[in-house]
């Protein structure tokens, strides 16, 4: 995941171009885990994807933004959505985070594993994300803490920041904000290649008091 001169929309574009579904079409774990005990409101999903994650907000009763900076992966999202017929609940919009982020404050703000080999502002990002988070909202953010099960060498060579440096880059004013659970934590599963495998996972959820 180094940086890569290629503009990042066109990267994006690219990757979710051909025929075949990139990801598995289930919601990231930890988002269902830190999502289990909240009432629903207003969720903003930051690099949607094909839409997995605004889907099942939207199944469990949220009102989604769902933000992608790629057109191809927002129009799979919007179809997913429309073949589980949650479609109402979810609103789409096209941005690149790191020029341009979308208005209004949110009761959830979910960033899972926000990175990319194409340039992005993930420090800028991310603050905008925690500026996004309403009072009494959640902040979530999910990255990967190595490399994951079946990277290439790009990414394992890729410098993956560690909780504390994560937090640190967000700036937080530490009176506004209730630290809920800052950690890295280890994932079982099954990779691509239909093997065992273990995630590193850092998973940082924080609550906006004020």
Do not use: K
């Not at 979308?102 to 603050?127: E, I, K, M, Y």
């Not at 640190?168 to 800052?182: P, Q, T």
């Amino acid at each position: 995941m180094t940086e890569s001169v290629q503009d990042a929309g066109e990267f994006w574009e690219q990757f979710y171009g051909g025929d075949e579904r990139v990801w598995s079409g289930r919601v990231n774990a930890r988002l269902a885990e830190a999502t289990a005990d909240l009432a629903p409101g207003r969720a903003l999903d930051l690099g949607c994807g094909e839409g997995a994650d605004a889907v099942w907000l939207a199944e469990d009763g949220w009102q989604v933004l769902a933000v992608d900076i790629s057109a191809n992966a927002l129009n799979r999202a919007r179809d997913a959505a429309a073949q589980r017929d949650v479609l109402s609940r979810i609103r789409f919009e096209c941005h690149d985070l790191s020029t341009s982020f979308p208005d209004g404050r949110f009761d959830l703000v979910s960033a899972q594993f926000l990175h990319s080999p194409a340039p992005l502002d993930r420090q800028t990002v991310l603050r905008r994300a925690a500026d996004a988070v309403a009072v009494g909202g959640m902040l979530l953010i999910v990255d990967h803490g190595a490399a994951p099960p079946g990277a290439g060498e790009h990414a394992r060579d890729h410098h993956f920041a560690g909780v504390a440096e994560v937090l640190a880059s967000l700036n937080l004013d530490g009176e506004n904000w209730e630290r809920i659970r800052a950690e890295q934590s280890r994932r079982a599963g099954v990779g691509r290649d239909g093997q065992p495998a273990t995630w590193i996972d850092n998973v940082i959820l924080l609550r906006r008091t004020g």
